[in-house]
């Protein structure tokens, strides 16, 4: 029963969990096991329909969710992207993204870092409209673009910005907001405008709560594999 509430607990959120030293390899072996089956398993179109669920319940407001800032925690086996993210875009390889909602337009506009040519980034091949096509987002902009366009959107009408909880683990230089805490995040966003910052786990808790059967159908396999 105790590997039956880890593996719960790696579908909702792989990156949160701890444990104790005894246990840090079976956890985070089961971590990487659910993420590497959910991958595989989540269909490419239950992403849009998670976003959409998302624009609806932040109504006018903007919700960002950022991925992970760097590929690997010193108590990780593997890399293990940041569990919101990967839960509305499905990618699980992309570092130091932004993904941000817009309820006032029910647009999804993902800002990426510049490409490291060691690394294959899956999913996005560069910054354009057949890249945002691809994974039906409003459309893919570099990261640089991220503050002026939060700037323009506070600037057009008020809005609450819900923000996904950050691993602090995995400091960087840029943006600023993953060179810190949450509290960062919340005093950034104020300087550009920004009418309320808060947590976003009020607005992705509810629904991530409910899983489609696709999640139910990685869990037991996980739990018949474990």
């Known amino acids: 029963s105790?590997?039956?509430?880890?593996?719960?607990?790696?579908?909702?959120?792989?990156?949160?969990?701890?444990?104790?030293?005894?246990?840090?390899?079976?956890?985070?072996?089961?971590?990487?096991?659910?993420?590497?089956t959910a991958a595989a398993q989540i269909p490419a179109s239950a992403y849009p329909a998670r976003r959409?669920?998302?624009?609806?319940?932040?109504?006018?407001?903007?919700?960002?969710?950022?991925?992970?800032?760097?590929?690997?925690?010193?108590?990780?086996?593997?890399?293990?992207?940041?569990?919101?993210?990967?839960?509305l875009t499905g990618l699980d390889e992309l570092v130091g993204a932004v993904l941000v909602l817009d309820g006032s337009t029910s647009t999804s506009t993902l800002f990426i870092a510049p490409r490291n040519p060691l690394i294959t980034r899956l999913g996005v091949t560069a910054v354009d409209a057949a890249s945002a096509r691809?994974?039906?987002?409003?459309?893919?902009?570099?990261?640089?673009?991220?503050?002026?366009?939060?700037?323009q959107r506070f600037a057009r009408a008020p809005a609450t910005a819900y923000v996904a909880p950050v691993d602090a683990r995995n400091p960087v230089a840029a943006p600023l907001p993953m060179a810190g805490s949450a509290a960062r995040w919340q005093a950034w966003l104020t300087t550009l405008g920004a009418a309320r910052v808060t947590s976003a786990v009020s607005v992705l808790r509810p629904l991530r709560d409910i899983k489609d059967s696709n999640e139910l159908a990685i869990i037991r396999q996980v739990g018949r594999t474990s």
């Open 2 to 36: 105790s590997h039956r509430a880890i593996i719960v607990a790696a579908v909702n959120a792989p990156h949160r969990l701890h444990f104790p030293s005894s246990g840090i390899c079976l956890g985070l072996l089961l971590a990487g096991l659910v993420a590497s």
């Open 52 to 87: 959409a669920a998302a624009l609806t319940a932040i109504r006018g407001d903007l919700l960002i969710v950022p991925s992970r800032g760097s590929f690997l925690a010193d108590d990780q086996m593997g890399f293990v992207q940041a569990a919101d993210f990967q839960y």
């Open 134 to 151: 691809a994974l039906q987002l409003s459309a893919v902009q570099p990261v640089e673009a991220l503050e002026p366009w939060l700037r």
